[in-house]
């Protein structure tokens, strides 16, 4: 009996308990339980919680059973209203390790097998096996080849790196800094030859050609200069020896640049190591003469006569660089000019090159005539021009000639520096031309004369080293024929004419020689700067006979004639007539001769119609035109009328209206087309000189 008393309180108290908790817990908000009672522990450990407190055992005591009924029902009393939620959590206040969890995770458990695969897939090489180094080699060589230098970067960082994690070669490297090196991406090449130089790859004599032909190449000299020097005192620190044709890489960088004292240092440098000197060597001496604009065809000549001083035949290469320099550079100072061109070579004593007396210069090509005396060479070459007083001639236009017995009009003759293809010329000169000097023959430039008068065109340096005839019998000599390249710049020195023109033709049916778009364009141009429209119109002609298609080159030299609003309407209609549009040098050339002449209505049909067009102007039609906007600086409309300037007025206006709606000319970066996304992100537009320098 006392048994059943007993477990029927207590079945009392655990009910009467666990409807206390239910009453409670359901009087929670969701929030409550939600923070205080995990997910797991609702449906599992919260019961068994309940349990284990209501199932403690009761105190206990010999009375009778309304004693212990009452305190029984106190006790449960003083539980009912002592509960205040959370008193519960005291009883488990032992407990020190909590698992954190979210939704999230709880989501993870039951997702499929196929949403746990990495978001990076696995690189798959395009040939579906493992390739080697010499593989991708291979396909950067060919893909340089098929100028795509661009997918080249790719492939090498993007796949071959990255993508199958291979360790590159040297020759890896190499093949693409000579791709960078060949377009001028000098940024890229120096970063390749970091990069391999922190993997410990060691370089060849090949990464260093192909990295001074980056300098050389570079859009910006200055900067290519610099590096070049910086990449040269590199190897002399680490004590690196320099091939030849490394060394050739790095006079061409040096000479591109037009510093030609810093080229005879390279050259005092090659010589102390032992390089041979060879027509190559001579051709950069010439392309650093080239960049000296005023004194360029002296320092020029000065060269050609001491590279045939020392036995070394000049190339086509060398020829045609001459006349590049005879078309854009002029003489200097006659007097001085005069004196270092027309000095006698047993003048000069012989010198040792590199100042040991035991020790020859090395010269691979031709037969040693006299050893190199580079000191006397170099004094020559940049001599003091206030402190020279000897051989000064007169200013005039003419250059004198010492008689000589068998043509002796008085004691000295004046004969006119003119082209050989003037009519004139050659009826009332025909007995004395066969006596006028080749300065590309040293021998004949001391005999009978006495001194060079101005040279002020290109035709007149022409005539200098004996015209067309002269200056293909020279070539001749040497055993060279001209190709196309020295008929271009032969008709880009010469008079123009259609006697000039005829002539060229004649030389190049001689040679064997097919004339391309590129010649025509050039007699046209020459032609029409005359201000012969005619004439360029002749020659377009001629080229379109020939089975040659006429492009916007072409109609850009047929522009430099075009001084009317006229002429311009037509050549706008002969160009849409041939399918092509006008390009900003179209525009470019007609506003040129719209400025000469003041005519602003000229000028305002000119931006209507690129306009129409909407070709962008660039940085030099924006010049123009700021030009042609502005007033002269002693014009003074107030006091004065001048016809030519009744419709500035107006056309500042419309300029100024021009320049709002008319978007610019963006010019690309020389770098943008060989850029890999993937493998740097550099910003586009025109960079400046000190933003490329590394």
Not at 93 to 98: D, G, L, P, V, Y
Not at 105 to 110: A, G, H, N, P, S
Not at 161 to 177: A, C, D, F, H, M
Not at 202 to 229: H, M, R, V
Request: glycine content about 6%; proline content about 4%.
């Amino acid at each position: 009996m006392f048994k059943m008393l007993r477990s029927t309180r207590m079945w009392g108290i655990f009910t009467r308990n666990t409807s206390v908790n239910v009453i409670k817990w359901a009087s929670a908000s969701s929030n409550e339980r939600r923070l205080s009672v995990r997910p797991s522990e609702r449906v599992h450990q919260g019961p068994l919680r309940f349990f284990s407190a209501s199932l403690s055992p009761p105190r206990w005591t010999k009375s009778n059973n309304t004693s212990s009924d009452a305190s029984a029902s106190d006790r449960v009393n003083e539980e009912d209203t002592s509960d205040v939620f959370g008193d519960y959590s005291r009883n488990f206040s032992s407990r020190r390790t909590f698992r954190k969890t979210s939704s999230e995770l709880l989501d993870m458990r039951y997702r499929d097998e196929e949403e746990d695969k990495p978001l990076v897939e696995k690189f798959r090489s395009k040939t579906g096996r493992k390739n080697t180094t010499y593989w991708y080699f291979l396909q950067c060589k060919r893909l340089i080849k098929e100028d795509k230098l661009a997918e080249a970067l790719t492939l090498f960082e993007a796949d071959m790196v990255k993508g199958e994690r291979l360790q590159p070669e040297e020759y890896n490297y190499t093949v693409l800094i000579g791709g960078c090196g060949r377009v001028g991406y000098l940024k890229k090449a120096f970063q390749l030859y970091n990069k391999m130089k922190k993997r410990g790859v060691e370089p060849s004599d090949a990464t260093y050609t192909a990295l001074f032909n980056a300098c050389a190449e570079s859009p910006w000299k200055q900067s290519g200069l610099d590096q070049a020097i910086k990449l040269k005192q590199e190897l002399l620190r680490k004590n690196i020896p320099l091939s030849g044709i490394t060394w050739q890489a790095l006079l061409k960088a040096v000479a591109l640049a037009g510093d030609l004292k810093s080229c005879f240092q390279i050259l005092r440098e090659m010589l102390q190591n032992g390089q041979p000197i060879t027509q190559e060597t001579f051709h950069y001496l010439l392309i650093s003469c080239a960049n000296d604009k005023q004194h360029g065809f002296r320092l020029a000549l000065q060269v050609w006569h001491q590279m045939l001083r020392i036995g070394i035949k000049p190339d086509a290469q060398n020829y045609n660089i001459l006349l590049r320099i005879a078309r854009d550079c002029g003489i200097g100072d006659p007097g001085l000019a005069s004196a270092l061109l027309l000095k006698r070579t047993d003048e000069v004593t012989p010198k040792l090159t590199s100042g040991r007396k035991s020790r020859r210069p090395n010269v691979k090509v031709g037969t040693l005539c006299q050893p190199l005396d580079m000191d006397a060479f170099e004094n020559d070459l940049f001599v003091d021009t206030h402190t020279q007083s000897h051989g000064q001639a007169k200013e005039s236009d003419f250059t004198l000639l010492k008689g000589n017995d068998s043509c002796r009009i008085d004691e000295t003759q004046v004969l006119p520096v003119l082209s050989s293809t003037s009519l004139t010329c050659q009826s009332q000169l025909s007995t004395q031309s066969s006596h006028l000097p080749n300065l590309l023959d040293p021998s004949t430039c001391h005999s009978g004369v006495v001194a060079l008068g101005p040279v002020n065109s290109a035709s007149d340096r022409l005539a200098l080293i004996g015209n067309l005839d002269g200056f293909l019998a020279k070539m001749a000599k040497d055993g060279l024929e001209p190709n196309i390249k020295t008929i271009t710049l032969l008709a880009d020195v010469m008079e123009a004419g259609s006697q000039s023109m005829q002539s060229l033709i004649n030389v190049a049916k001689e040679s064997g020689v097919k004339l391309d778009v590129t010649f025509f364009n050039t007699m046209i141009r020459r032609v029409a700067k005359a201000g012969d429209l005619y004439g360029a119109k002749a020659v377009k002609a001629l080229m379109v006979e020939r089975g040659l298609a006429a492009n916007t080159q072409t109609f850009c030299s047929i522009a430099l004639a075009c001084h009317r609003q006229k002429y311009a309407i037509q050549l706008f209609t002969d160009m849409e007539s041939c399918g092509l549009v006008p390009n900003a040098h179209i525009y470019s050339a007609l506003i040129s001769q719209a400025c000469k002449r003041l005519d602003y209505a000229y000028l305002h049909e000119l931006l209507l119609h690129m306009t129409k067009l909407q070709v962008p102007p660039n940085d030099v039609i924006i010049r123009q035109l700021e030009f042609a906007a502005q007033y002269p600086p002693s014009y003074d409309k107030l006091k004065s009328r001048n016809v030519y300037l009744d419709k500035i007025d107006g056309f500042r206006g419309f300029y100024r209206q021009w320049l709002e709606f008319m978007p610019g000319q963006e010019t690309p970066h020389p770098w943008a087309k060989y850029r890999s996304p993937k493998s740097e992100t550099e910003q586009d537009g025109v960079t400046s000189q000190n933003q490329v320098s590394e």
